[in-house]
């Protein structure tokens, strides 16, 4: 069902009404979202869920939403580098790491308690001879941990930030903390599929804990990108500067406290878990967390470190000889196509490196930073990619697969060397992690469709699998399918005519009759940027991208996300003031996955084209074997269920609740073939009518007029709903209907079949 029609409320409804039958096992509901803004919503349905059960009864609940540092810091320091995370992470990492405070503890203890610790940025940063400290984060871990437990509510991120200043708390690991007794937890997809970021939030989550992915639609894909790297040039010239920086600060650190590597060294010898590296049962632990890596398998923690990584000089040693050999095979003039089996056997042949000490990298890595007390660890950022690469490619053989590219296919003439380290299987991240670890998971999305592809990408046997159709009290939608212009070419972006010359000139022409005619915003998706880029420079040159700006003002999604962010919120303008837009989008991109077109900013979708991916990258080519092999997915079923779902999320744009209504055009003559309708969901499909189907230009203009004027018509959303009187009706007639239904005395007893 689409967004607003009540899938959020009535999960949460559902769910924490049974949390309070089961009161004595404290299951907690752990809610994930794609985007902040969805979580803040999950949030704000659920306040109002509990402010409406308070009429009826007394339900002590704690819902909190956990998010990155530059979403909830309030240290003045960190106000200026909103936009940037890493910024944020740093400045925090800066004013809260252990070596910090444990050298400020020891400044005051040997001055027998003489140096007082200066306050200073309104009450945020405490001062202790030259060294500063975060007093949200000093204040949090002083106070009691039972004082520190959120009174009940319903806490979203400004929340918690109003919470945190008044109580002079730090909201970020305020949060943490709260993960622990919460009935509910808000938080995106990335703090439990990824295993970098997992390992540290949701390790201590309980079995019996009731996992939502909501928007799953696009899941599989998530836990593919969580497992996968890609390197280039630009990342290992910074990787190369990274590890001439490490060695200077050794060398430093042994003129200045070389006691210190010394005892790093001591404690390797008894395994990582020894030396606290990104494993620690505490909550609050701030520095380590930074520099979150790769999962490892439990046992690697309390394992010796191999002794030829274990002494610093010698790390950095290994680590040059790994950059180094990853950089000669981008030196290469023909693509390359490995498994990781292969690639190690390279490494072993070449350099003497064997898997077991490439599955400690990163947190050999995490560990030598943290002993070098070094700060800005995003600096280190390239070095860091390149021993996750180490570590992911020494843990997993299996469902992986490395190509070497010379160039990029978009300039063949260009060297753009990248190695793209791959997972072809997205059940690695969730099948035995999420899955195998948790007794209830809930998958939900609006273009969930069709459902029996999940289970077998994911491997897993569902216990409930439903379809919901979308009740309503009149069409909000008009789904309409495009197959040819006015001068009755067909129309369609398939690979052989999707230049052509008449295909691109009635698209453009569709567009133009839509502007005329089509009121405030409408929002058309392509296939691809480079589709995009072609189509409309097509536009220009033949005068119709001029004839539609007549009509309504043109807007354009961009790679850059800043520039994509502006020229939304110029188009929002451009509808409000009544001058109407149209909004040129992507397939794929941010747009068509997070941003909502409700009311008048979404009158009508256009989706050109059949958002296939590109069947030419060897990434994709790689995948569609393995699904073949291994989960008996023909290449063309998957294909055209990725197509679909693509397809349709971005027209699901457009409508955003009951009360809504646009037209939704699907403008490649392949829509029309049942294989691919009937890929789409149900709430859409349902409402495709025979009369919408195979149509061209005129009659889509036609069709698209007469609907907008009975939309045009007064309309409440209070129409749909039933009040309370009727429902108390409803439900007295229900409970008669069933008392007559039960037998009587005279009735006779039934009869023996």
């Known amino acids: 069902m689409p967004s607003g029609t009540g899938k959020t409320i009535s999960l949460l409804s559902l769910i924490t009404s ?20 969805e979580m803040e919503k999950v949030l704000e349905e659920l306040g109002s869920l509990i402010e409406y059960r308070k009429k009826y009864t007394d ?50 203890e040997s001055s027998n308690g003489t140096i007082q610790p200066v306050i200073s940025n309104n009450n945020a940063t405490a001062t202790v001879d030259d060294i500063e400290l975060c007093n949200y984060f000093e204040r949090f871990i002083e106070a009691n ?35 622990e007794y919460a009935n509910v937890v808000v938080y995106s997809y990335s703090y439990l599929l990824d295993p970098k970021i997992s390992s540290i939030i949701s390790k201590n989550l309980p079995a019996n804990s009731i996992v939502v992915f909501d928007e799953a639609h696009n899941i599989d894909n998530v836990c593919i990108e969580a497992l996968s790297i890609n390197i280039d040039r630009d990342i290992l010239g910074v990787a190369k500067s990274n590890l001439t920086k490490l060695e200077e600060n050794i060398a430093n650190m042994e003129k200045v406290n070389s006691q210190r590597l010394q005892e790093e060294y001591r404690r390797l010898v008894d395994g990582l878990g020894a030396v606290g590296v990104g494993r620690s049962s505490d909550v609050i632990r701030s520095d380590d967390e930074l520099l979150s890596n790769p999962v490892l398998p439990g046992d690697i923690m309390t394992e010796a470190v191999p002794g030829n990584i274990r002494k610093a000089h010698h790390f950095v040693k290994f680590m040059k000889r790994f950059a180094t050999h990853v950089n000669k095979r981008l030196q290469t003039q023909k693509s390359v196509n490995e498994t990781p089996e292969q690639f190690l056997n390279h490494v072993l042949e070449n350099i003497d490196i064997d898997s077991r000490s490439l599955r400690f990298c990163s947190e050999r890595l995490l560990s030598l930073m ?17 021993m996750d690469f180490a570590t992911l490619i020494g843990t997993y053989q299996e469902g992986f697969v490395i190509i070497i590219e010379p160039h990029d296919p978009r300039t063949p003439t260009n060297p753009d060397p990248v190695l793209q380290f791959s997972c072809m299987d997205a059940s690695l991240a969730i099948s035995k992690p999420i899955f195998g670890r948790f007794k209830t998971v809930v998958l939900t999305s609006g273009t969930l469709s069709p459902l029996d592809m999940y289970p077998k990408l994911l491997k897993f046997k569902p216990i409930i699998s439903k379809s919901l159709e979308m009740t309503l009290t009149r069409e909000c939608i008009c789904p309409l399918v495009l197959t040819r212009g006015s001068d009755q070419v067909a129309v369609t972006t398939k690979y052989r005519f999707r230049n052509d010359a008449s295909v691109q000139r009635n698209y453009g022409s569709l567009l133009l009759e839509l502007s005329k005619y089509i009121p405030d915003g409408i929002v058309c998706f392509f296939t691809s940027y480079q589709y995009m880029e072609d189509i409309v420079s097509f536009w220009n040159s033949v005068g119709l991208l001029s004839s539609i700006t007549n009509h309504k003002l043109v807007f354009i999604e961009t790679p850059n996300t800043a520039e994509t962010a502006i020229a939304l919120e110029n188009y929002r303008k451009a509808c409000d003031c009544g001058r109407g837009a149209i909004f040129f989008s992507i397939a794929r991109g941010k747009v068509a996955e997070g941003i909502d077109f409700d009311g008048h900013y979404g009158r009508c979708v256009v989706m050109i084209g059949v958002p296939f991916q590109n069947t030419e990258s060897k990434i994709l080519k790689a995948r569609l074997n393995y699904l073949r092999q291994n989960f008996a997915i023909k290449e063309e079923t998957f294909l055209t269920f990725d197509a679909l779902r693509h397809a349709s999320q971005c027209i699901g744009r457009v409508i955003r609740n009951k009360a809504d209504y646009g037209i939704m055009v699907l ?62 009706q409803r439900s007295k007639k229900r409970n008669f209907e069933d008392v007559t239904d039960l037998p009587t005395e005279d009735s006779q007893p039934p009869q023996k079949k």
């Open 145 to 179: 941990p039972t004082d520190t437990i959120l009174p009940n509510g319903v806490y979203t991120m400004r929340d918690l930030k109003v919470f945190g200043k008044k109580k002079g708390w730090c909201p970020y690991f305020l949060s943490r903390r709260a993960i």
């Open 59 to 108: 339900s002590p609940i704690i819902g909190v939403g956990l998010s990155s540092r530059k979403n909830l810091c309030i240290h003045p320091k960190s106000q200026s580098f909103l936009h940037d995370g890493a910024q944020v992470d740093s400045v925090c990492r800066g004013l809260t790491a252990s070596w910090l405070r444990a050298e400020a503890k020891e400044k005051v």
């Open 667 to 728: 403008a490649d003559k392949r829509y029309n073939q049942p294989d691919k309708r009937n890929k789409l969901p149900k709430w859409i499909a349902k409402q495709i009518k025979d009369t919408y189907l195979n149509l061209s230009t005129d009659m889509i203009i036609g069709i698209a007029r007469k609907y907008l004027k009975e939309m045009a018509q007064p309309y409440t959303a209070t129409n749909q709903l039933l009040g309370p009187e009727e429902i108390e």
């Open 18 to 37: 049974y949390q309070l039958t089961e009161e004595g096992k404290s299951r907690k509901l752990i809610y994930c979202t794609r985007t902040v803004p």
């Open 370 to 386: 943290n002993t070098l007390e070094i700060k800005n660890i995003y600096e280190f950022n390239g070095i860091k990619i390149i």
